[in-house]
């Protein structure tokens, strides 16, 4: 399966390369790519430098899309060309997943509405003020709605990601990924030890 990732600038390092290193584990089961809406370089908060391909393109439809979130999703969230493409992407992926703030760019899609959500807690109050037609849930790792994963803060994404593996290729995998990475996997979504 095809993972298209938008990066754009100050995205959270640890949003993108956690559910990276998960995914990347399976290279029979995930290829992954790197887009931005101008393409170039893309820097995350903590100075990482990605170079991504510019949206949208003709490649650019995948199984699955994944949005981080960071601080700059509070810039990101009022450029109309980010959101339209997002919305375009999640509506022909098989599944949707966001980290952290990343779920308040898919929830101005309006492709949330309705649904089941989360997000960092530490940025909780500004998210769910940003699209109240969605069911924001405060106490959850992460969140399943159809297609849609989202999850809580930075860490959490890659609970999620192991979570998704899980969904759709089989525990088992998840299971030995997180042997193999030395991580103790939070697989129940609703164990939130950092909800309010």
């Known amino acids: 399966m095809k993972v298209s990732i938008i990066l754009f600038d100050n995205f959270e390092t640890l949003d993108v390369f956690g559910p990276v290193e998960i995914l990347g584990r399976l290279p029979d089961h995930f290829t992954i790519d790197f887009y931005s809406l101008d393409g170039g370089i893309q820097t995350s908060t903590q100075g990482v430098r990605i170079s991504t391909r510019k949206l949208p393109a003709t490649d650019s439809y995948s199984d699955i899309l994944l949005v981080p979130g960071g601080k700059g999703t509070r810039k990101e969230i009022e450029n109309n060309g980010l959101i339209a ?3 375009d992407l999640s509506i022909q992926s098989r599944y ?8 308040a760019l898919l929830a101005r899609t309006g492709l949330l509405d309705g649904k089941v959500a989360t997000s960092n807690k530490r940025a909780f109050d500004w998210v769910t003020s940003t699209r109240q037609q969605v069911e924001w849930k405060g106490k959850a790792r992460w969140t399943v ?15 999620m990601s192991l979570g998704f593996v899980s969904d759709v290729i089989g525990r088992e995998y998840a299971e030995r990924i997180a042997i193999e990475m030395e991580y103790e996997w939070n697989s129940n979504p609703e164990n939130d030890i950092f909800a309010k």
Do not use: P, Q
């Open 85 to 87: 493409v997002i919305k």
């Open 96 to 103: 949707t997943l966001t980290v952290c703030t990343g779920s």
């Open 145 to 159: 709605d159809g297609k849609y994963y989202t999850s809580s803060g930075i860490s959490a994404g890659m609970d």
